[in-house]
């Protein structure tokens, strides 16, 4: 294989690459251009409801909302993360019912007095002169 062959098929990888990185960027260009719509049209819907909430209601504003939850389902559909999954509530489990009688009362009545009674202090001697 002559050096302008070896030339040539690396320049035919190059391209192929090139080709390859353009494909990716412009899908991550369409991604990105897609969730800025969507942030677009939150903030529109966002904007809809806040009036809605502080008695203000805008004319014509349940035919711009039906638009825009149309337009986000869409982009949804192409598979644009609209709002992050709900977190799964966390498995609870069975309560467990509370003792009735106090802890004092639940420790075993075959236990010795002396196992609970408090111990006194020893009692030193008295001095007793040598």
Do not use: C, H, N
Request: net charge negative; proline share 13%.
């Amino acid at each position: 294989m002559g050096f302008f062959d070896k030339v040539k098929e690396q320049a035919e990888k190059a391209k192929v690459q090139a080709q390859d990185l353009k494909g990716k960027v412009g899908e991550k260009v369409d991604e990105v251009q897609s969730k800025r719509k969507a942030d677009e049209l939150l903030d529109d819907l966002g904007r809809f409801l806040y009036a809605e909430r502080i008695g203000r209601p805008q004319p014509g504003a349940d035919s711009e909302i039906e638009r825009i939850v149309q337009e986000l389902k869409a982009l949804e559909d192409d598979g644009i993360e609209i709002l992050p999954a709900a977190p799964t509530p966390p498995v609870s489990e069975p309560a467990t019912e509370a003792p009735s009688e106090p802890a004092a009362a639940a420790e075993p009545a075959s236990a010795p007095a002396s196992a609970t009674a408090p111990v006194p202090p020893p009692t030193a001697a008295p001095d007793t002169p040598a």
